[in-house]
């Protein structure tokens, strides 16, 4: 499908991360269990893979569970892992054909064995897949992910192996699950929640944050571009002023 003409090619964020939020009400609404929206949500992110993909868009990271989701209801938690496995091992092929590489970040020991199984397959199925790089954030959360960087870090002092004057911000970004990854330059969130629930908070020190109230079920193509046409009318100014950002 054509991509909006209203979106300049030259201008694209390499990076786009998306909170999916709202699957539980948009079932709600519907006099349904949690679980159907979870189920209806997977269009959503077939849609918005693809068309992130035709874009030319490099880097697209999903944040589909988080290290909090573990709270819920141990049958609302069983679903979506079934429903992770069964929708990993169907789209691994559609992966390979639109030539998108599966990536994976988070506690991912901690999911369920037959899980990380299908997602680590998937995940070697795709390796050479260069046109994108889809990064799934499963029972993830920004926290967990820095304490875990830290320790490293503090061992790797401890045995000698850094000198703690050489710490900067390189060497925390080189600590991240996200290592090799450029950071988000767009993060996008659906249903009308406008917070950050423990998503890649050092990743997102600059990224433009775009809202809508869009149950994640019904997000769109349409609701991508929307997204990424709002981002390219932003200025984007790092600090500075906006006469030196237009020189
Ligand atoms: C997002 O939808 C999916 C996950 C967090 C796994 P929710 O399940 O959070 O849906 P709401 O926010 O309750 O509507
Ligand atoms: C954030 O959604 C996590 C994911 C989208 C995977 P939540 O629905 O869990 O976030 P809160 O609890 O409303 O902040
Ligand atoms: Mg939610």
């Known amino acids: 499908m054509a991509i909006d003409n209203r979106i300049d090619q030259k201008k694209l964020p390499k990076h786009v991360a998306v909170i999916m939020d709202g699957n539980g009400r948009w079932a709600k609404q519907r006099g349904k269990l949690r679980t159907f929206g979870h189920n209806k949500g997977v269009k959503a992110v077939r849609e918005t893979v693809e068309c992130a993909a035709e874009m030319g868009i490099e880097h697209l990271t999903l944040y589909a569970f988080s290290t909090e989701n573990w709270n819920r209801p141990q049958r609302e938690i069983n679903a979506l892992m079934t429903l992770l496995v069964k929708t ?75 000198d703690v004057d050489s710490i900067d911000e390189s060497v925390v970004d080189d600590h991240l699950c996200t290592l090799g990854i450029p950071d988000p ?50 200025e984007r100014r790092f600090g500075k002023i906006s006469e030196q950002v237009s020189a």
């Not at 691994?92 to 054909?97: A, E, V």
């Not at 897949?129 to 960087?149: C, D, G, I, K, P």
């Open 88 to 162: 990993i091992n169907k789209e691994t092929k559609t992966l390979n054909d639109n030539n998108i590489r599966l990536n994976a970040i988070g506690d991912l020991k901690s999911l369920p064995k037959s899980c990380l199984k299908e997602l680590n397959e998937a995940i070697e199925n795709t390796k050479g897949n260069t046109r994108m790089t889809l990064t799934l954030a499963l029972s993830y959360s920004s926290r967990w992910e820095l304490v875990e960087a830290v320790k490293t870090i503090a061992i790797n002092v401890k045995t000698g192996k850094l």
């Open 185 to 234: 330059e767009l993060l996008i969130r659906t249903s009308g929640e406008q917070r950050i629930s423990n998503f890649l908070l050092w990743q997102i020190a600059y990224a433009e944050l775009y809202f809508t109230d869009k149950l994640w079920p019904d997000f769109d193509r349409h609701d991508f571009e929307a997204a990424i046409i709002d981002y390219q009318g932003r």
